[in-house]
């Protein structure tokens, strides 16, 4: 199975962006050239590198939703949960240290 992510362009330089996933997690090579026309502050899907997908407001809201909703419960059950982008998120979204390290 394959998964798309929701996250924010922030810069764009040439056929590549900047994204923002949240909580801190920014990826600075996601290309965009399979896309016609994107802006700094589009919310697009995100597969293996590649933006796929324009998304516009309210179906980023319900997708960002849906992914911290789900998230957190397989995250928090997760021992390499800090590796992942993704499992960044949920982890700082529960009060949770995401450097991998012990809090102690």
């Not at 949240?22 to 990826?27: F, M, N, Q, S």
Request: charged share 20%.
């Amino acid at each position: 199975m394959c998964l798309a992510f929701p996250a924010k362009i922030v810069a764009i330089n040439d056929d590549h962006a900047v994204v923002d996933f949240g909580a801190g997690v920014v990826r600075d090579d996601i290309n965009i050239s399979l896309l016609e026309s994107v802006d700094v502050g589009d919310y697009v899907l995100i597969h293996a590198g590649y933006a796929i997908q324009i998304l516009d407001m309210e179906e980023a809201q319900r997708v960002i939703k849906y992914w911290k909703d789900n998230l957190i419960w397989k995250c928090e059950r997760c021992s390499i949960a800090y590796e992942c982008p993704l499992g960044s998120i949920a982890l700082q979204h529960m009060g949770k240290n995401t450097s991998g390290l012990n809090d102690g």
